[in-house]
C-alpha cells in the first residue's frame, strides 16, 4: 500500500513511498535498513537535543575553570609557545612540535585578543566540548528521537575524560569538536539528501582535526566501517571516499613535516593494568550497548553502526600499533567519546521505553519520579571525581606548586638543574619565582635555540658550572621514573652524588625539588 510521510526529510518535504505487507518485511532489526527508514520523525527535539547538553557541559568547564590558578606542564608548554612571534613559532615547529602547530598559531591569535591567563588558555577546550556535546545530541536526535538525543548529548557532557579535557589547555578538546562535526556530516550524508556542500565540509572538518592532531585521521577508518555496513547508494560511497581522500592528502604535509620528530613520543609506554581495564570496560559496555537498541529499535540500528566503530576502532588501532611502538594514550583519542556517548545515550533511551510499559511506571509522575531518581544517582556517583578534576592534584603535575617550593627553598645565586631537561618547561611559564637563580645548564634559551626546553652545555661544560657553586636547587621527576642516559644527564647525577650533599628533598605532585650542597652547611650565604 501506499503511506504519506510529512516532515521525515529535509525541508518537510513530502514522500511516497510503497510499504511491503508486515508478512513480507524481515523480521531481524539488525538487517540493513533503508535510508528513507532510518529517520525518526525528531526534528521538533534538535533545539532541545543540542542546547540542553551544550548547556550543561559549558556550564561544567566553565565551573572551577582555573583549576585553583594552577597548570601542568603540557598546558605550560602551550601558555609559552603562544606567547612567542609567529616567526618564532615556526622556527620551533621546524625542530618540534609540529603536529601542535596549527594549535599555537591558534592559541597565539587568541592572546594577541585577549590576554586573560588561564581562562583564555583553557576557553577553547570548554567551548568546544560544548560544541561536541550539542553535536552529539543532535545525532541522536537525528537517527533515534528526541529523547535518545538528549540523553546522548547529557552522557557526552557528564562523562569524565571528557569533563577532564574540556578544561585542558591542549588541543583535544577542539579536535573532539570536529570529529562531531564531520560524524553529525557523515550521519546526515547518509539519512538524507547527499549534497556535494555537505561532503565539501566533512573534508574540511577532518582535514582540519587532523592537522590539530595527526591520529585524528582514525576517524576516516572508523567512518569507513560505517559506509560499508550502511545500505547506501553506490553515490553516496564515492562521495564519502573522495571526501576521505581529500582529507588524506590535505594531511601529507603536516606528516611529511613531522616524520623526523618521532622522538617526541619515545616516552609513551604500554597502557599500566588499570588503563588495560578501563579499555576492556568501555570496549563491553559499547558493545553491549550496541547490540541493546539494535534488538529492540530499527531506527536504532544506524547507531550502532555510526557510533561503535567510532567508539573502538581508533582506540584498537593504536594499541595494535605497539607491536612496532607504543603510541595509544588516551587524550589521543578523546573523540571515541563522541561514538561512545551515542551507543550508551541510545541504550537508555531504549531502557527508558521499555521500561515505561511496565505497570509501575505507567503514570507520568511514576516515571518522573524514575528519572529524577535515576538523574540524582548519577550525580552521586559522578561528584567525587567531578569534584577532584577541579583541582590541581588531577593532573600529572603542578607546574605552580613547582614553583613556588623553589621560590621557597632556594636563594639568589644559587644554581638550578633540570633533570632531566625537558623539565625545564616547569620555569618556562613561571620566570618570577626561578628570579636570581643560573641555569647551570643551559647554553641557549627555548625562543634562541628555536625548542621547546632549550639547548644545554655539553657534559664538560655543566659539570664545570655545577663544581662553582656551592649550593643547586635540582627539579627532577618522582624517584619511580625510569633516568635519561644521555651524558649531559649522567654528568649531572654523577657530579651530585660525588661533590654534593643532600641537603632536603620535597616530593610534590608529579615532580621533586632537592637542594644540594658542597659542605655540610645547607643554609644559604
Known amino acids: 500500500m501506499l503511506r504519506m ?161 574540556a578544561q585542558e589547555g591542549r588541543s583535544y578538546a577542539m579536535v573532539c569538536a570536529l570529529v562531531a562535526l564531520a560524524t ?14 555537505r561532503w565539501a565540509l566533512y573534508s574540511l572538518a577532518v582535514l582540519a582535526a587532523s592537522w590539530l592532531h595527526e591520529f585524528a585521521v582514525l576517524t576516516l577508518m572508523a567512518h569507513g566501517v560505517t559506509v560499508l555496513l550502511a545500505r547506501t547508494t553506490p553515490r553516496v560511497r564515492r562521495c564519502w571516499a573522495v571526501a576521505a581522500g581529500a582529507a588524506v592528502i590535505g594531511l601529507v604535509p603536516l606528516v611529511l613535516f613531522s616524520v623526523g620528530q618521532s622522538g617526541q613520543v619515545s616516552w609513551i609506554g604500554g597502557p599500566k593494568p588499570r588503563e588495560w581495564l578501563e579499555i576492556t570496560g568501555v570496549a563491553l559496555v559499547a558493545v553491549l550497548c550496541a547490540r541493546y537498541p539494535a534488538a529492540t529499535g530499527a531506527g536504532s540500528v544506524l547507531v550502532a553502526r555510526l557510533a561503535l566503530p567510532l567508539a573502538l576502532l581508533p582506540t584498537a588501532v593504536l594499541l595494535l600499533a605497539a607491536v612496532h611502538e607504543p603510541m595509544y ?81 632556594s636563594a639568589p645565586g644559587d644554581g638550578v638543574l633540570f633533570a632531566p631537561s625537558r623539565r625545564r618547561e616547569w620555569r618556562l611559564s613561571y620566570p618570577g619565582e626561578f628570579g636570581g637563580l643560573v641555569d647551570l645548564a643551559l647554553e641557549k634559551s627555548p625562543k634562541a635555540s628555536a625548542s621547546l626546553q632549550g639547548e644545554e652545555l655539553p657534559a664538560a661544560g655543566i659539570r664545570s658550572r655545577m663544581l662553582a657553586l656551592d649550593r643547586i636547587v635540582v627539579l627532577s621527576d618522582p624517584p619511580d621514573q625510569p633516568q635519561d642516559a644521555v651524558e649531559q644527564e649522567a654528568v649531572k647525577r654523577e657530579v651530585l652524588r660525588t661533590r654534593f650533599h643532600e641537603c632536603s628533598r620535597t616530593q610534590l605532585k608529579g615532580a621533586q625539588v632537592t637542594v644540594y650542597a658542597r659542605s655540610k652547611r645547607c643554609e644559604a650565604q
Open 5 to 165: 510521510r510529512r516532515g521525515g526529510g529535509e525541508g518537510g518535504a513530502i514522500e511516497l513511498r510503497e510499504q511491503a505487507p508486515a508478512a513480507d518485511r524481515p523480521s531481524d532489526a539488525r538487517a540493513p535498513l533503508p535510508v528513507a527508514e532510518r529517520l525518526p520523525n525528531g526534528a521538533s527535539g534538535r533545539p532541545v537535543s543540542f542546547v540542553a547538553p551544550a548547556s550543561l557541559a559549558l556550564a561544567l568547564g566553565l565551573w572551577g575553570i582555573t583549576r585553583q590558578s594552577t597548570m601542568w606542564r603540557d598546558e605550560s608548554v602551550t601558555y609559552q609557545v603562544a606567547h612567542r612571534t609567529p616567526s618564532e613559532i615556526w622556527a620551533l615547529l621546524d625542530n618540534a612540535d609540529a603536529v601542535h602547530g596549527l594549535y599555537y598559531f591558534l592559541m597565539h591569535a587568541l592572546y594577541s585578543l585577549w590576554e586573560g591567563g588561564l581562562v583564555t588558555l583553557r576557553l577553547p577546550s570548554v567551548l568546544a566540548v560544548a560544541a561536541a556535546a550539542g553535536l552529539v545530541g543532535l545525532m541522536a536526535n537525528r537517527i533515534a528521537g528526541r529523547r535518545a538525543g538528549v540523553v546522548s548529548g547529557l552522557v557526552f557532557a557528564l562523562t569524565p575524560e571528557v569533563q577532564m579535557y
Open 184 to 197: 553529525w556530516l557523515l550521519a546526515r550524508a547518509l539519512t538524507g539528501p547527499s549534497a556535494p556542500r
Open 329 to 409: 594514550v588516551d587524550r589521543y583519542v578523546l573523540f571515541t567519546n563522541v561514538g561512545f556517548s551515542l551507543l550508551v545515550g541510545t541504550a537508555l533511551s531504549r531502557l527508558y521505553t521499555r521500561a515505561s510499559t511496565l505497570a509501575p511506571l505507567r503514570g507520568r509522575s511514576a516515571r518522573f519520579a524514575a528519572v529524577g531518581a535515576s538523574a540524582a544517582a548519577v550525580v552521586l556517583a559522578l561528584t567525587p571525581v567531578t569534584l577532584q578534576m577541579r583541582t590541581p592534584d588531577s593532573r600529572k603535575d603542578d607546574v605552580t606548586a613547582i614553583a613556588e617550593e623553589v621560590q621557597r627553598v
